[in-house]
């Protein structure tokens, strides 16, 4: 039988089998059942050949999805996935689709031990195509570790789901075949277009928060979401599983994309613990590794935290890891010891995401506290944090919040990011653009209104605001407030002759 081989980038662990099970992580399930769906589509921008067809024919990159989300159907009577039905999707995303169960072990990256054999019976707080909820969520694009597969970190992303975020991933995959080349800055850049893909594949689904998107990824994953990162407004926040961009800061010095100034959304870290002493030298790895960190160091622009999880080697940031992977006699720790930190990574991530997509406040305080005051050992966790240094935010920036949060709550929005952001303004024609703009819209109509009655609330003394609120209000049949609007706009401005022409219209 042949073993495929993956490389990881900086730490490989080897010698004994963990005891773990999938239910010994413990992760606290939210309050939705998880729907989960895997099915595969094609960029038609990029070509692809599948390696093991030992052909010249060139086909559309194929772009494996698998993608979790919240549900409120019923699930009595429906069975739920198994750890053998992810190894499945595995197999598939290998290329090896014909590959009998049995050999799954003998074949990809685990040793084929009876605890392993024991994981793949295991079941999973997943189903398979349950119906989706009947509102939309934030939505978290996961880049997998270095070529390894979309369902990697599956609990977590069970977990995630299951507090009402959408998670979509794919494969990470060669530019041109299933592996990588040897230009990792080439497939840096390819999974980037990757994380891109999965942006614009997500905007298809209609419970999909188009305007709440996170990225998160492990290893590798990491490098390919800071690259995504700088070049997508679309992207909100950065969650990074022990990503590479700690250890490998000159390969994205590489992308011509790159710039430390353009990372300004929150970004979290969450690393392995320091490597001992015997692995950096019989496994020849620097050991300013265990102290260097050259991008957070860089970070200005970004509200930033670094955990480093003392109890965690870099494979145990994913499920597959915590699971499968062989334990190092050298430096890893218990099974007990490896579950509760991975448990602790999902909680600071649930936390974080819910802080900077959903506006939580108990859930950034967790983020603020000191790791004792969560309950956390000191022996588990050490944290640090820092501020956008001269965080700089304009009107494009606060719409942009607005958009994300339905223009609801503005002039709570308006007053928290003056607090923080005292250079801030918002000028007056600027809002009554806007306002005309989403008011003239018939599906944003009523978010025309509320950016109308913030304007006018700012420039109490506006005769054109109220003007133009009243404009708004006629346009939604609105005939009461729109003849209170145009009063007050010709009480400050007598010679408004719109008001005084509407006003006319509407008493007649």
Request: glycine share 4%; net charge neutral.
């Amino acid at each position: 039988m042949r073993l495929l081989s993956v490389t990881i980038l900086i730490l490989i662990t080897t010698i004994t089998n963990g005891q773990t099970s999938l239910n010994d992580i413990n992760l606290n399930i939210g309050s939705y059942n998880v729907g989960f769906k895997h099915y595969n589509t094609t960029d038609s921008t990029r070509t692809y050949t599948r390696i093991y067809d030992y052909n010249n024919q060139k086909i559309p990159r194929p772009i494996p999805i698998s993608i979790w989300y919240p549900s409120n159907q019923d699930t009595n009577g429906k069975e739920q996935l198994s750890v053998l039905n992810y190894l499945e999707i595995l197999k598939q995303e290998e290329e090896w689709e014909h590959l009998p169960n049995e050999q799954i072990l003998n074949w990809f990256y685990y040793p084929n031990t009876p605890e392993n054999q024991s994981h793949q019976k295991e079941l999973t707080n997943a189903y398979s195509e349950l119906e989706y909820a009947n509102e939309k969520f934030p939505v978290i694009v996961y880049a997998p570790s270095y070529q390894a597969s979309s369902i990697e970190n599956f609990a977590m992303c069970e977990y995630l789901a299951s507090h009402g975020y959408v998670v979509i991933s794919s494969p990470s995959r060669g530019t041109e075949t299933r592996w990588f080349s040897n230009n990792n800055a080439k497939e840096m850049e390819n999974q980037a277009r990757d994380v891109e893909f999965l942006i614009k594949e997500v905007g298809k689904f209609p419970k999909a928060n188009y305007n709440q998107i996170a990225i998160m990824g492990f290893s590798f994953g990491g490098l390919s979401n800071v690259i995504a990162q700088t070049r997508n407004d679309k992207i909100s926040a950065v969650v990074s599983l022990d990503g590479t961009e700690r250890y490998q800061y000159k390969l994205l010095e590489k992308s011509p994309f790159f710039e430390p100034s353009r990372i300004d959304v929150p970004y979290i870290h969450m690393g392995q613990k320091n490597i001992p002493d015997q692995v950096l030298k019989e496994d020849n790895i620097p050991s300013e590794l265990n102290s260097k960190f050259q991008l957070y160091d860089s970070l200005t622009n970004s509200t930033s935290y670094k955990l480093k999880f003392k109890n965690l080697t870099h494979s145990y940031f994913s499920t597959l890891g915590v699971l499968f992977q062989q334990r190092d006699k050298r430096q890893d720790k218990s099974d007990f010891e490896i579950m509760e930190s991975y448990k602790w990574v999902s909680v600071y991530t649930l936390n974080f995401l819910n802080a900077y997509l959903k506006n939580d406040t108990n859930a950034l305080k967790l983020l603020k506290n000191t790791p004792s005051v969560n309950g956390i050992k000191e022996s588990l966790l050490k944290k640090e944090s820092k501020n956008a240094s001269n965080p700089k935010i304009t009107f494009e920036d606060f719409n942009e919040l607005a958009l994300k949060q339905n223009y609801k709550g503005l002039y709570e929005l308006y007053v928290s990011t003056k607090t923080k952001n005292p250079s801030l303004e918002i000028p007056e024609g600027n809002l009554n653009t806007v306002g005309l703009q989403l008011i003239f819209n018939p599906n944003t109509s009523e978010q025309g209104i509320s950016v109308f009655l913030l304007a006018t609330k700012l420039y109490p003394k506006s005769a054109n605001l109220f003007d133009s609120l009243g404009e708004a209000y006629l346009f939604i049949d609105n005939k009461k407030m729109a003849i209170e609007s145009f009063e007050k706009s010709l009480s400050l401005n007598s010679e408004n002759q719109n008001a005084i022409d509407r006003l006319k219209q509407l008493k007649q």
